[in-house]
């Protein structure tokens, strides 16, 4: 279980990083488009760091330390609820991305998508060091 874990975290840091480093690549236009493919490794890892953190919340509840405010318990809903968001605005604009021909879309939609593609790394990156390290039920 723990290579598991560990390949999770190794999938979930290259995910946040590649999607950090294109996020400002993309920018200068010196690469095709690339959004469309990485959508689905970045729907996988939003999937996967729901399911990791929520057996991480269950794990701090039934320990008994969700009563008390401490640092852990603090990480640990951060991460849960910021993927729960992120997964939100992830999928809604990615689902109407795939039904709706109009590829410019809408401001709403532009500025969701930024809003995601900067808050993703983060929260991957802070879950994927997470499992690597070990620190999955700690």
């Given at each position: 279980m723990n290579a598991l874990i560990r390949v999770v975290g190794v999938l979930l840091l290259l995910t946040a990083a590649f999607v950090a480093?294109?996020?400002?690549?993309?920018q200068l236009?010196?690469?095709?488009?690339l959004w469309n493919a990485l959508n689905y490794p970045m729907a996988l890892a939003i999937l996967?760091?729901?399911?990791?953190?929520?057996i991480r919340k269950r794990k701090?509840?039934?320990?008994?330390?969700?009563?008390?405010?401490?640092?852990?318990?603090i990480e640990t809903n951060i991460l849960a609820y910021g993927f729960i968001?992120?997964?939100?605005?992830?999928?809604?604009?990615?689902f109407h991305e795939l039904t709706e021909s109009d590829a410019e879309g809408s401001t709403l939609r532009s500025l969701t998508?930024?809003?995601?593609?900067?808050?993703?790394?983060?929260?991957?990156a802070s879950l994927g060091s997470r499992l690597l390290r070990g620190d999955s039920d700690k």
């Open positions: 480093i294109y996020f400002v690549v993309d236009d010196i690469l095709p488009s996967l760091g729901i399911a990791f953190t929520q701090l509840e039934s320990d008994g330390l969700d009563r008390i405010l401490t640092r852990q318990y968001i992120i997964a939100l605005l992830f999928f809604w604009n990615w998508w930024v809003a995601v593609d900067v808050a993703f790394p983060l929260l991957a």
